[in-house]
């Protein structure tokens, strides 16, 4: 059991704080794949890179294939056992392809996947930034608000939505303020330690009287009473 906790503990932080993660799947390009594409899974499962940052997320094959290469068109590439590093994509597209080795190392083009490269959120909630994590308790009562980093002044988000599963399914809810639903409350006190919880349309209106319009921000969830720890 004990050990059971630690492996989960430590998949968790794998994603958080320092790193900035990948969001959901946008149109893509006109390419043939080879095999079957869902033998392999992304975690998170989007189709997000934020620009300048470094960016990580966690490939895996359903059936245990691990001989496979990952190539990108978009930013510098690093691996470290299932986990993949995108440093500092610039604005636009990034083509993410895997490709399987099989006898006398030759390549079969397995699955492509195309991300969306955009600014880093300067959206907070409550305090926490993007790809961050946060307890149930806080994020249920918190104020989402846009920071201005030259000058430190914020801005309240006038509205936002957030994915929810239902029946297997995700499903969006829309708050129109700065606070979430209680429907998504509700949500966010359903789910597991260690759970990814994507908000999104995030709106809110700048110093000049424009709106601005900000695509995603993705917080970890844990529980209050058995809060995570960080850097064992």
């Known amino acids: 059991m004990k050990r059971a906790i630690f ?18 799947d946008s149109t893509v390009l006109k390419y043939q794949v ?26 895996t094959n359903i059936k245990g294939v691990k001989n496979f290469e990952v190539t990108l068109s978009n930013g510098t590439l690093t ?42 959120p300067n959206i907070e909630l409550n305090g926490v930034k993007c790809d961050s994590a946060m307890g149930k308790l806080m994020m249920m ?4 608000y846009a920071r201005y980093k030259k000058t430190n002044e914020v801005i309240p988000v006038s509205s936002f939505k957030m994915d929810l599963m239902e ?11 700065d606070r979430l639903t209680q429907k998504m409350r509700d949500y966010v006190n359903s789910l597991p330690g260690g759970s990814l919880v994507y908000i999104k349309d995030i ?5 000049d009287g424009s709106m601005e319009s900000v695509a ?10 058995r809060p995570l720890k960080y850097g064992f």
């Open 79 to 120: 691996r470290r056992d299932s986990f993949f590093y995108i440093n500092s994509p610039i604005g636009g597209k990034s083509l993410l392809s895997i490709y399987e080795i099989g006898a006398g190392g030759k390549k079969k083009l397995v699955r492509n996947k195309e991300y969306e490269v955009i600014p880093y």
């Open 34 to 59: 080879k095999a079957n594409k869902g033998a392999y899974r992304f975690y998170p499962d989007d189709a997000y890179f934020f620009a300048g940052c470094r960016n990580r997320i966690k490939i």
């Open 141 to 144: 009562g918190g104020r989402m």
């Open 203 to 207: 709106r809110y209106r700048k110093p």
């Open 216 to 225: 995603v921000l993705r917080l970890f969830v844990f529980e209050d009473d």
């Open 167 to 177: 029946n297997n399914k995700f499903v969006s809810d829309s708050s129109a303020n």
């Open 7 to 24: 492996y989960f503990a430590f998949f968790i932080l794998q994603f958080t704080f320092l790193d900035c993660l990948a969001q959901k």
